[in-house]
């Protein structure tokens, strides 16, 4: 069974930094996209920021700058740096994988839990 592991959320205050981790575990044939996204109080789910296989990364707008998702392809792993934090990046962060289990079947999407990151004095 294939999962999406994630840590590193917590309480910091504004303009600090955070680093969100995540790691794919379980058994699977390849991974596509690596990304991060996150939910706000009373908000619909937005895509932070992702990374292809090859490298191609995407980032919104509201977080370019200030935010770098680097992976390491070898331990299929995602990592989100988070700078320069404000109360408006509040929200549980999601780790999302497109993700192959098998040789066979198409590529499906896959969700971490969420970790929770509060930026607030």
């Known amino acids: 069974q294939v999962q999406l592991v994630e840590s590193g959320g917590g309480l910091v205050q504004p303009g600090g930094s955070l680093t969100l981790s995540c790691a794919a575990s379980?058994?699977?044939?390849?991974?596509?996209?690596m990304g991060w996204y996150r939910q706000a109080p009373g908000k619909q789910r937005e895509l932070v920021a992702d990374?292809?296989?090859?490298?191609?990364?995407r980032y919104t707008d509201s977080v370019k700058g200030r935010f770098t998702i680097s992976r390491d392809n070898a331990k299929n792993t995602v990592d989100l740096q988070m700078n320069s934090l404000k109360p408006e990046d509040t929200a549980v962060y999601y780790c999302n994988a497109e993700i192959r289990a098998d040789f066979r079947y198409l590529y499906a999407n896959y969700w971490g839990k969420g970790t929770l990151v509060t930026v607030s004095s």
């Open positions: 379980g058994s699977y044939f390849s991974i596509n996209t």
């Open positions: 990374i292809g296989s090859g490298g191609i990364i």
